[in-house]
């Protein structure tokens, strides 16, 4: 008699790899996190993009770094009606995808991973517009570290866009 496995005991990833077209190399479906040096995603990511080869690209440090810089905004606001509602929805909205990328690394299905990420998607973007009204209302000032956090809330949304769309596509049949 053949002893079935439990689900618990098998081991499941988060993401599948898949033969590259044109090596025969094993790559990610998604990049979300590329965090082993050597591995072939990084190597295109310094030789293609620019990237300075010493360097390692982790997303979830990028985010952690976005939500301490967005921390640091949010206190530099006034003390004012407005300025403790725009810093509350900012914090609130800024910090949101760094949680929620610890979700979609822990997604349970294809369709989850992918719920979760546009949840993260949808949070750049909202930080993205709370922090274009920062920099057109003259009561407030002008934070010295919003032009830095708005380059970089511009490329996380670009980041998270592509990655949605390559879940999209290679979800199709």
């Known amino acids: 008699m053949k002893r079935k496995t439990p689900n618990?005991?098998?081991r499941t990833p988060n993401v599948e790899l898949k033969k590259s077209r044109t090596a025969n190399v094993e790559r990610p479906i998604l990049n979300i996190k590329w965090s082993l040096p050597g591995s072939r995603v990084n190597e295109l990511a310094h030789t293609h993009y620019g990237v300075r080869r010493d360097r390692r690209y982790d997303l979830e440090d990028r985010l952690l770094d976005f939500a301490v810089e967005d921390v640091e905004l949010t206190e530099s606001l006034p003390n004012t009606r407005a300025g403790n509602h725009i810093a509350g929805q900012l914090l609130r909205c800024g910090t949101a995808p760094l949680s929620n990328h610890g979700e979609v690394e822990a997604?349970?299905?294809?369709?989850?991973f992918l719920h979760k990420l546009r949840i993260c998607l949808k949070e750049l973007r909202e930080t993205k517009r709370w922090m274009r009204l920062v920099s057109r209302l003259k009561r407030l000032g002008e934070p010295a570290n919003l032009s830095v956090c708005l380059n970089e809330t511009e490329e996380l949304v670009r980041i998270?866009?592509?990655s949605v769309k390559t879940v999209e596509r290679n979800a199709k049949p």
């Open 8 to 10: 618990a005991r098998r």
């Open 107 to 112: 997604a349970e299905s294809r369709k989850d």
């Open 160 to 162: 998270f866009a592509a």
